[in-house]
């Protein structure tokens, strides 16, 4: 009984928790998105990507679960929020970029099915050097922050 216990929380533990990937001399950590509700059309999609070498920028995303997805950019102008659209994300050399609520982040447009806590999402980033990397974003419950961390 405790053996299956154990083997039941580790398989709980393994979907919840976000996977790292690396492409040339950057890598991607804590990568997650969040569920939405029947209907909801975009959701944002959030890490963090280091930069181990010479600058680099995230130049685009894409993913099955969505008909696009965008590079965005999120900031307050006086009391008003402000998201955009932009060309790239710059990941400055031997430095990091975060991802995150509020800021960068990628933006999944026109989602085809409501993304599902525990599922995971696969989305493929090409950067201008570095390449392309596949990250498997787990999607956490609503109103989670972020990934857990262990």
């Known amino acids: 009984m405790i053996v299956l216990i154990s083997l039941s929380t580790a398989v709980f ?4 928790v976000a996977q790292n ?15 939405t509700v029947p209907g909801q059309m975009a959701a944002g999609g959030f890490m ?7 600058a680099d920028q995230l130049i685009s995303a894409n993913s099955p679960i969505a008909g696009e997805v965008q590079l965005h950019e999120m900031s307050m102008d006086g009391q008003v929020m402000k998201m955009r659209q932009v060309k790239d994300i710059p990941v400055p050399a031997g430095g990091a970029v975060e991802l995150k609520p509020g800021g960068m982040h990628l933006m999944f ?3 085809k099915a409501p993304l599902t806590a525990g599922d995971t999402v ?7 050097k570095a390449g392309e990397v596949e ?8 109103g989670n ?5 262990h």
């Not at 533990?13 to 919840?16: I, K, L, R, T």
């Not at 990937?21 to 569920?35: C, D, L």
């Not at 922050?145 to 961390?149: C, I, R, S, V």
């Open 21 to 35: 990937a690396k492409v040339g001399s950057v890598q991607i950590e804590n990568a997650y998105t969040r569920a």
């Open 135 to 142: 990250v498997k974003m787990p999607v956490n419950a609503m």
């Open 122 to 128: 696969p989305v493929k980033l090409k950067f201008a």
């Open 145 to 149: 922050p972020g990934a857990m961390k």
């Open 109 to 111: 447009m026109n989602i």
């Open 13 to 16: 533990s393994a979907g919840a």
């Open 48 to 54: 963090k990507i280091e930069n181990k070498g010479a």
